[in-house]
């Protein structure tokens, strides 16, 4: 019968190498959330999710569910610790950012005062566009804000407060910016009028849908558990048939949707967020796309990360 080897884990400080806990006994299968909680015990202020534990000063951080021994460390170990900051959950993450570009744009839908001209004060656009627009804009929000609360399934993963502050900065500004332009007293409505507009809404309306039915498939994937993922495919919804050209069809759709909105409006500024939005989204869909690609061996060939057949 073999006895077990335990290993001890001595954490110092990133930055100025000062020995900040030393673990002793600690046993070998222990992950490293276990080896955060244990820290934790000596530091209260320094709740796990606010850890980040490395093996080398300047490496990248260790994840929780990695386990002690697989690591390239002897029985004595030396972690290196840097403080990540206040953290909020992802739950919450979500609701600051999408709660300001909701309320945002209502503020300039409904004209209030020192926006525009004070004498444009609470008044409404000649212009039934403007209208739709502010409608499209805000279930959209509501929409995501439903979503957070009732589809999406978080992990106990959680984001810095800094990095909350500058994402709610994103999202509010740009919010402000093409509800400034889009609900102008001087706006004037599409080029080739109501035809352009009713095109771009039943784009939007079925981008909006294909949209949600993924979120609701990913939902379904997600709650059988880590032990039998698997990565996502077509089901009978139509919507979810965009599973057999793309990785990320949530991303195509959410890109769809705001190049619509971009057509409907005909306003620079909506298209100049439309183009960073669909920056960020390839970013994401390509990550993702390589991460299925490397677990899963069987993982359709045909399929792109973002734009069928293209990207």
Request: proline share 7%; aromatic share 18%; hydrophobic share 40%.
């Amino acid at each position: 019968m073999s006895r077990t080897t335990f290993f001890e884990v001595e954490v110092l400080d990133a930055r100025t190498r000062e020995q900040l806990c030393f673990l002793d006994k600690v046993d070998p299968y222990s992950t490293i959330g276990d080896i955060k909680s244990l820290f934790h015990k000596s530091y209260p202020h320094w709740y796990p999710a606010r850890q980040a534990l490395k093996l080398d000063p300047k490496g990248k951080s260790l994840r929780d569910n990695d386990i002690l021994q697989n690591l390239p460390v002897g029985t004595t170990a030396t972690m290196y610790f840097r403080d990540l900051g206040p953290q909020l959950g992802w739950t919450m993450v979500f609701l600051a950012e999408y709660i300001g570009p909701l309320l945002t744009y209502l503020l300039f839908y409904f004209r209030v005062p020192y926006i525009y001209s004070h004498r444009y004060a609470f008044t409404s656009s000649p212009h039934p566009v403007v209208t739709l627009a502010c409608a499209c804009h805000t279930f959209h929000y509501m929409k995501r804000l439903i979503e957070t609360i009732f589809v999406h399934r978080f992990a106990h993963g959680t984001m810095p407060l800094r990095t909350i502050v500058r994402n709610c900065a994103y999202y509010w500004g740009f919010s402000a910016w093409l509800a400034y332009y889009i609900n102008h007293p001087l706006y004037t409505p599409p080029s080739y009028g109501d035809l352009q507009v009713n095109y771009a809404l039943v784009l939007f309306m079925m981008c909006e849908l294909g949209n949600f039915s993924i979120h609701l498939t990913l939902n379904n994937l997600r709650g059988e558990g880590y032990r039998s993922r698997r990565f996502p495919m077509p089901t009978k919804n139509p919507f979810t048939w965009l599973f057999l050209f793309v990785s990320c069809p949530n991303y195509t759709y959410e890109v769809g949707a705001w190049v619509s909105f971009s057509i409907m409006t005909q306003c620079l500024p909506v298209a100049f967020y439309t183009l960073l939005v669909f920056i960020q989204m390839t970013i994401w869909a390509k990550g993702k796309h390589r991460t299925y690609s490397r677990e899963f061996k069987d993982y359709p060939s045909l399929r792109m990360a973002i734009i069928p057949l293209i990207l």
